[in-house]
């Protein structure tokens, strides 16, 4: 026994051993790509020596003696810090996932490619004006520096990522950068899931009024009647299959959900709004969370004046933030810049679709799509004239779609002649509102709500094309509809001046949260569809409260946790149920029901983590929802698995015979909506009690709407996920200004997946006190501490210091990166030695960045 005891000691003792050798082995590869801020670099490619000083924060601020070299400046420092998110971004938009990652990411290839979005960025590279195309090629440059310096040095193949999944990094070059503003625009868009299902859910109801409730407009004039969807399609089945779900979403693909697919705040304030006699901006883009954020703060040095907001790894230029004299902000604009048309095959001829002068072939290519450790798929791509062709099992389709017809996509996006790179580029040398505004007109997709302030000026318009379309249009965008009528086919592009503008209005203030912007008649109109109805009202509250505004009451406003939609809907739906005065003793569902109505009745709406009533609330009106659309819609209602307050103010205002909905169908009994609101409190009861248990007085909301920045691949690999995804108890919801959009899915349904990734507030009275954050750090580094540094101060509603002076950011630099042109590095180098030897210095080690190898990155 003694024996046996010994050799099983030696075993656990080998296994331990063994263990700490593998995890430091791991440790070890893995940390030699954490990145080194502090070191002179010969590259290849740069004119003149590029100085690169990283803050505290690790906000790289680039100086040098061209723009060209602060362009290769900021590709260096992406590549750098984000050189796997850069890589996964480009592998996306190519449609080559699977080459890395198998077979479970196939169908987001081949919907990538059918898309062929790649194709698109590539020809749009002539589209650029000079300045731009020599900005995209010296920030390529920049990037290939760091792969060659990844390869030359053994640097860990330059993040951890790379150790676990074998992802050969080709060089990089100017239509990868215009292919990831191409991915931006797929994941900011969301028009084409709406039609879909509007759609359905126009199939299932069998009174079309009751549309306009669970779909409503947003209130104002200009809405339109609709056809029902199946009688645009006469002498066709409709399929009988409306209520199918697509299942879960593809892997790593960069189609949002409905609900997810942008959002944002805006706004500034004139001079004569403003208490310190300068202008204001705030700005807040609301994007899924993960680790790292989107955004990568930067500052760079050009010729026209130093530049510094949010940047996105992969671009070479700063998207949202400031100069010296101007800052710009953005956000989603729901311009309806994609419409799905229904296309007729040739029953004799399947190669064939109908146009309105007859038949025509589709236009094809075929695309081999190559699978890790499996048989490369050949996928035939199909366009019609109306845009590619989508496959039915995607997005619920065959739904929606005829027996033998196909359905095709057309949308901004697809445009092969995209300048909004230059747009961007421009937008960054913009002395001046006026500059700016002619600037943006070149912008094509993504659309989006532009915000400007200069030192005198205010300014919103909406940029990027938009379609234009017949008045005769059958659904008027709405609804997906016949490729083969004229009068639903788009007629080009309108002129930039059809987009809407705001200079200087009369009340010095102009903001968009992604609310109804302008009340045009069809074609005009903008959108049906809109992101907010909530947000804005508190927005306008908040600023009509204050004659003037300073930078801290537009954070304030920027952080403020109040829902409209609570202090709308709790009156409604309670109003029956209030201070009853029926007694109830403990512990029996009609106390704890008295319990929850005596906290929400003294409860001011305010989304705090630390209150309980916003989790009573949230569960309240998900589970009323739920009752009130589960019977009519079937498994269709999990499409509506966010709160739709309109839907519900109109039911309970019984708005046009809303009320309908109250009652259950399959009951015999005629329900109330007093009925239904208390069966839902009761049910959210003892939701709450299943999940959370104990009193309600202890329950907090941030317990249950904690942020997930997780990572995209890493993020589901048990144990592994514990490291790499980062969770936070947040306040806010799905309608405060501080949003933090739900899951709206089971088992953590109010988990917070969407918000603020980045925030910014300038203030010309004072410029250098502009601040800005963004939510998890600059380092897409697991192991380095700038992975979620600056996540700790977002999750607070903190900031950090937005400053275009040099000297502040050297003195609290936490590393100088100097790339030194090669010729010059070598004479540099030999000085420098000459010079330590003769005052007996220690030899600095110098590094070189030669051409990448075949080997390694360099693939």
């Known amino acids: 026994m003694a024996t046996l005891f010994r050799w099983l000691l030696r075993f656990a003792s080998m296994a331990i051993m063994l263990s700490v050798i593998v995890v430091l082995l791991v440790y070890y590869l893995a940390s030699r790509s954490l990145p080194e ?24 601020h680039i100086f040098a003696r061209s723009d060209r070299d602060a362009y290769f400046g900021l590709g260096y420092a992406h590549a750098q810090d984000r050189i796997w998110q850069m890589v996964l971004m480009r592998r996306t938009a190519q449609g080559r996932l699977s080459e890395v990652f198998g077979r479970r990411t196939l169908d987001t290839d081949i919907l990538m490619r059918r898309l062929d979005l790649y194709t698109a960025a590539t020809r749009s590279v002539d589209a650029q004006d000079a300045t731009t195309t020599q900005a995209l090629r010296a920030y390529a440059a ?36 215009l292919a990831i503003v191409k991915l931006m625009a797929l994941q900011l868009s969301g028009q084409f899931r709406d039609e879909i ?88 883009p609301h994007l899924g969370l993960t680790a790292p954020s989107t955004w990568y703060l930067a500052r760079l040095q050009l010729s026209s004046g130093g530049v510094i907001g949010g940047t996105i790894p992969g671009i070479p230029a700063v998207m949202l933030g400031r100069s010296q004299d101007l800052a710009w902000g953005l956000t989603s604009s729901y311009l309806d810049d994609q419409d799905l048309h229904i296309e007729e095959l040739n029953p004799e001829n399947s190669e064939q679709y109908r146009t309105p002068e007859g038949w025509a072939r589709f236009r094809t290519r075929r695309s081999i799509v190559e699978i890790k450790d499996d048989t490369p798929v050949t996928v035939t791509l199909r366009w019609t004239e109306n845009g590619p062709v989508l496959p039915r099992t995607r997005f619920d389709l065959e739904t929606i779609t005829p027996p033998g017809h196909v359905v095709s996509l057309n949308w901004t996006a697809l445009a092969e002649d995209d300048s909004s790179m230059s747009a961007a580029i421009g937008l960054m040398r913009a002395g001046s509102v006026e500059e700016a505004l002619e600037s943006s007109g070149r912008f094509v997709a993504p659309s989006q709500m532009l915000t400007l302030i200069d030192r005198d000026s205010i300014a919103m318009k909406l940029i990027g094309a938009m379609p234009a379309r017949d008045p005769a249009h059958q659904s008027q965008g709405r609804l997906p509809s016949p490729g083969w009528i004229e009068a639903n086919r788009w007629q080009g592009m309108l002129p ?192 709450i009690a299943e999940t959370y248990g104990g009193s309600l007085e202890s329950l907090r909301w941030g317990d249950a709407h904690q942020a997930l920045h997780a990572h995209a ?147």
Request: charged share 25%.
């Open 37 to 60: 801020y502090d070191k002179d670099l010969a590259v290849a490619g740069a004119a003149a020596e590029i100085e690169i000083v990283r803050d505290n924060a690790a906000v790289p």
């Open 142 to 177: 920049g990037v290939n520096a760091r792969i060659a310096e990844i390869n030359d040095q053994s640097l860990g193949r330059g993040a951890p990522e790379f150790f676990l999944f074998n992802a050969p990094v080709a060089p990089w070059q100017p239509a990868d950068s």
């Open 197 to 284: 299902l509007r759609a359905r859910t126009s199939l299932l109801l069998p009174d079309p009024n009751r549309l306009a409730d669970i779909l409503p407009d947003m209130p104002g004039d200009g809405t339109a009647a609709l056809p029902d969807y199946a009688s645009l399609f006469p002498n066709r089945d409709m399929p009988r299959f409306a209520a199918a779900s697509e299942g879960p979403r593809a892997p790593l693909s960069p189609v949002p959900e409905r609900g997810l697919a942008g959002a944002s705040n805006a706004f500034a304030a004139a001079p004569d709004r403003s208490a310190g006699g300068g202008t204001l901006l705030a700005n807040d």
């Open 496 to 687: 930039d001046s059809a987009n809407p503008v705001w200079t200087d209005p009369d009340g010095g203030i102009v903001g968009n949260t992604n609310n109804k912007i302008i009340d045009r008649p069809f074609p005009m109109h903008v959108s049906f569809d809109w992101g907010d109805s909530q947000r804005v009202m508190r927005w306008t509250q908040l600023m009509q409260g204050r004659q003037v505004h300073t930078r801290d009451s537009f954070i304030e406003a920027q952080l403020d946790t109040v829902s409209p939609a609570a202090r709308t809907l709790l009156p409604l739906i309670g109003r029956d149920l209030w201070y009853t005065g029926e007694a109830a003793p403990d512990g029996t569902p009609e106390r704890r029901r008295q319990q929850a109505l005596d906290l929400l009745a003294n409860w001011n709406g305010e989304m705090n983590e630390h209150l309980p009533e916003p989790l009573i609330y949230a569960a309240w009106v998900r589970a009323l929802q739920e009752r009130l659309i589960r019977d009519e819609l079937g498994p269709l209602a999990e499409k509506y698995n966010h709160v739709e307050p309109l839907f519900i103010e109109r039911v309970f205002r019984n708005v046009d015979g809303a009320a309908v909905w109250c009652d259950v169908i399959r009951s015999v009994v005629v329900e109330t909506c007093s009925d239904i609101a208390r069966q839902s409190l009761d049910d959210a009861l003892v939701w």
């Open 713 to 859: 691949v890493l993020g589901e690999i048990p144990v592994l996920r514990h490291f790499v995804n980062i969770r936070q108890n947040t306040s806010g919801g799905d309608f405060t200004l501080e949003r933090g959009r739900t899951s709206g899915r089971d088992p953590e349904p109010f988990l917070n997946i969407h918000a603020a990734t980045y925030r910014g507030v300038y203030d010309f009275a004072d410029p250098d006190s502009s601040v800005f954050i963004s939510s998890t750090g600059q380092s897409g580094h697991f192991l380095s501490r700038h992975y979620d540094d600056l996540g700790t101060l977002w999750r607070r509603g903190e900031y950090i210091p937005m400053s275009l002076d040099a000297d502040l950011a050297r003195a609290a630099s936490i590393g100088v990166t100097r790339l030194i042109p090669e010729g010059v590095a070598s004479g540099r180098a030999r000085r420098i030695l000459l010079l330590r030897m003769h005052a007996r210095l220690p030899v600095r080690h110098w590094q070189s960045s030669g051409p990448a190898r075949r080997s390694g990155l360099a693939a």
